[in-house]
């Protein structure tokens, strides 16, 4: 299975590739399933299986996998059936079966009978001779056709159960006993139909049997709405990659279709279905095939198709070579389309040269600046700034002397706030800082005279016509006053 697969798909295509992004849900069988690697030996999953006197075929013994190898398991059962012709042969013992019976119904009405009317003994005679020989020769073609039927309905018995052990034959152990039980199921037990009535008497050893018995086994990987989903996953979620060929793509679809006639459906569950339920384990026609194909294509592989012949596709060969050809023309126009886009880029780049030359000619200063840069053009960042606080302009991340990798703060980093703080503790070091001290201590000297000569206003005013002793000891007393409040400012 997987070295078919292997011959269609190409080597790690994925489903995203062959899918549309909307999907819901999860196909019964993808178009680019997951095949598991399985080392086994040859001798331990073989058997020889007889197709006729003088034919033998090796075939793989099935020891499970992914879902859609349970469906080829089938499809490769089916396919040994028809090589030996045994469907071809029951419907010959069936046939035969028919016309046996046909025949015994007939020949039982046909019975000889005495006749009644009174005649001489002699006559009665000679008539009980004739019955008794007609009788007898009646009897005859009667066991003659009995015994043709029952060696037809054994013969087709034989065939089916050669058929049934044929699937029962390629199974490993482990699935083997599961195919049992759903056989038995199917053949030997009670029954209901689409239409919900009961019977009692089981179906046997069929092909419908046979039919049911592989649809209730394929329920251990599918679910019983497999069919429907498997349909409307083919009609709007396929899409073709560009990794697959229009041929085996072609084939892949093919082969998905051929798949649902296998796949359980809501119609074989009673509890589910209804009259108006259809079954729709079915194949695609050519007609329905077609378009789905022509719809996985993108829109503009349509609009060269519907340009052309202007009807919708009905048969895939047709299809097939003018989608052929119409890829041919847009790998083409896609061809060109790169080489024109590559020739403006060049151009583009050579304009951009040319500019930046006449820029560098006409700003020799930055010209001068990207020597200095070592001929780098791009702006500085940094990021360890940009975070945690700092001229993220001024150098890039490498180059940061403030931050380590981690964004600590380093050691060895003395920034300019904190340099000017130790600078005005000792004045000496920076004749700034001493002349702004200077400046703060003339402008508090000034202020306490203004408040001073103020104070000396006022007290001269409101001791005017009062005691010159007592007028003398006020104003010492505001003299003393005013001169201390001129230490505190001087000290300040």
């Known amino acids: ?7 269609i ?10 899918e549309r992004q909307s999907l819901r849900f999860s196909p019964p069988i993808p178009f680019a399933p997951v095949i598991p690697t399985e080392e086994v030996t040859e001798h331990e999953h073989e058997i020889k299986v007889k197709i006729n006197k003088k034919i033998s075929e090796t075939a793989a013994v099935f020891h499970g996998g992914i879902p859609e190898s349970y469906v080829i398991y089938l499809d490769n059962c089916a396919a040994l059936i028809r090589k030996k012709d045994l469907a071809t042969q029951y419907k010959g013992w069936k046939a035969e079966l028919d016309s046996a019976s046909e025949d ?29 020989a007609s009788l007898s020769k009646w009897t005859a073609k009667q066991l003659t056709l009995t015994d043709k039927r029952n060696n037809a309905e054994k013969c087709m018995k034989s065939t089916m159960q050669e058929v049934f052990s044929l699937y029962e034959l390629l199974l490993s152990e482990g699935l083997r006993k599961n195919w049992i039980h759903c056989v038995t199921q199917a053949c030997c037990e009670a029954w209901t139909d689409e239409e919900g009535n009961e019977h009692e008497k089981p179906r046997g050893y069929t092909w419908d049997s046979l039919a049911v018995a592989a649809r209730n086994w394929l329920l251990c990987v599918f679910p019983q709405n497999a069919a429907e989903l498997q349909r409307h996953y083919m009609y709007f979620y396929v899409i073709r990659s560009s990794r697959v060929s229009i041929i085996n793509f072609f084939t892949r679809m093919d082969q998905l279709s051929s798949y649902i006639p296998f796949l359980p459906c809501q119609k074989d569950d009673p509890t589910i279905s209804t009259s108006l339920t259809e079954r729709m384990n079915k194949a695609f026609n050519q007609c329905e095939l077609a378009g789905i194909i022509l719809n996985c294509f993108p829109r503009r592989y349509e609009d060269q198709y519907y340009l052309n012949s202007g009807t919708v596709p009905s048969d895939l060969t047709l299809l097939r070579n003018k989608l052929i050809q119409i890829e041919r023309v847009v790998d083409s126009s896609s061809k060109r389309a790169v ?12 304009a951009t040269s040319s500019t930046k030359r006449a820029a560098a000619q006409s700003n020799p200063q930055d ?6 840069n070592g001929g780098n053009t791009t702006k500085k960042y940094c990021q360890l700034c940009a975070e945690h606080g700092g001229a993220e302009r001024t150098h890039n991340t490498k180059d940061c002397r403030k931050y380590d990798k981690e964004g600590n703060l380093n050691k060895s980093f003395r920034s300019k706030s904190k340099k000017n703080d130790y600078e005005r503790k000792d004045p000496k070091r920076n004749s700034y800082a001493h002349k702004s ?29 009062k005691r010159k002793g007592s007028h003398h000891y006020h104003r010492n007393d505001s003299h003393m006053e005013d001169s201390d409040m001129s230490c505190s400012s001087m000290s300040s």
């Open 1 to 7: 299975m997987s070295h078919y697969l292997s011959t």
């Open 9 to 18: 798909l190409p080597d790690g295509l994925k489903r995203q590739e062959t």
């Open 104 to 132: 015994l119904e007939l020949h039982l009405l046909e019975r000889p009978k005495a006749d009644s009317d009174e005649s001489s003994d002699s006559e009665k005679e000679a008539k009980n001779k004739k019955l008794k």
């Open 339 to 350: 080489t024109t886009s590559s020739n403006s880029g060049v151009k583009n780049e050579k």
């Open 367 to 372: 010209t001068k600046k990207q020597r200095q």
């Open 437 to 465: 001290s200077e400046k703060r201590t003339f402008a508090a000297i000034s202020s306490g005279l203004a408040k001073l000569e103020k104070r000396l206003k006022y007290s001269s005013r409101s001791m005017h016509g």
